[in-house]
């Protein structure tokens, strides 16, 4: 497989993908520039028999993790004491170590998640789908959603309760 003639052949399509979903073509070419460096490394380690659906996926997943990191970040901001001077607002070093701390376990728990319930999860919890559209995108039944989410927050819960004393430490 020659890697220039893939990159040639997708980069276009796969930014133009990207685009839709973030919403931003600065950070869509950025996205594509990691699904090229992930599939290189993965091209060294095994052969690659779809390049074209490897990479969607890959590109897919980098999607929804910055959707997730973008809406962790917005929601944070949001909750912020409007009575706070701008001063006040800057968080300290601490507090933002601790905050990328709880973000980098919340972010593993996802992550260790079945990829069919990350997706569902994903779909639901961050792009605020319902069920019986998380159905039609995943092509599945409204019943295989409701078991594929329940799985998901069943295991979030478990984690959370793992990482319990991480998540208090502000």
């Known amino acids: 497989m020659n890697f220039d003639s893939v990159y040639i052949n997708h980069r276009s399509e796969l930014q133009l993908h990207l685009s839709r979903i973030v919403d931003c073509p600065d950070i869509a070419a950025e996205l594509v520039q990691e699904c090229f460096i992930i599939f290189s490394r993965e091209a060294r380690k095994q052969i690659i028999e779809h390049p074209r659906g490897f990479l969607f996926q890959t590109a897919k997943n980098l999607a929804y993790d910055h959707i997730k ?83 998901a927050l069943l295991h979030c819960r478990k984690q959370f309760k793992i990482h319990q004393a991480d998540f208090s430490n502000d």
């Open 69 to 151: 990191h973008r809406k962790v970040v917005e929601k944070h901001l949001n909750n912020a004491d409007p009575t706070l001077t701008v001063s006040d607002e800057l968080p300290s070093a601490e507090h933002l170590a601790i905050v990328n701390e709880k973000l980098s376990i919340f972010s593993n728990i996802v992550d260790s998640l079945p990829e069919r319930a990350r997706e569902a999860f994903i779909l639901n919890r961050v792009y605020g789908m319902t069920y019986a559209e998380i159905a039609i995108e995943m092509n599945i039944t409204d019943s295989a959603v409701e078991k594929l989410l329940a799985r």
